[in-house]
């Protein structure tokens, strides 16, 4: 089992930036992905970045803009926004996936970021 908990959600004026973090107790290793979700109202989740073995992957919405990270000692995986837009406004979730085939998938609660003026 693996429990997930974010912080680092905030208000946030366009062009600001925000750093979150998610923190993992249980059985979760480097070589497990992990990374970060978000939703935001009338939408589907969409991934935002992902990073296993230090390779990382981000949507095209945010690429050059934000920045996944992990501290692989800490069992922390970080999101560093820069460059924040109002599209950016959503619930975002951290997310872990363990198991031989990555079967088992494990969320956090969620953290609210909405960049508004």
């Known amino acids: 089992q693996v429990q997930l908990e974010e912080s680092g959600g905030d208000l946030v004026q366009p062009g600001g930036s925000l750093r979150l973090s998610c923190t993992a107790s249980g059985s979760i290793f480097s070589f497990n992905p992990m990374g970060w979700y978000r939703q935001a109202p009338g939408k589907q989740r969409e991934l935002v970045a992902a990073i296993s073995s230090g390779s990382t992957d981000y949507a095209d919405s945010v690429k050059g803009r934000f920045t996944v990270s992990r501290d692989y000692a800490k069992k922390m995986v970080y999101l560093q926004m820069n460059s924040l837009k109002p599209e950016d406004t959503a619930v975002y979730y951290c997310?872990?996936?363990?198991?031989?085939?990555?079967?088992?998938?494990?969320w956090g609660q969620g953290t609210q970021v909405t960049v508004s003026s």
């Open positions: 997310y872990a996936k363990t198991g031989l085939r990555n079967q088992n998938h494990y």
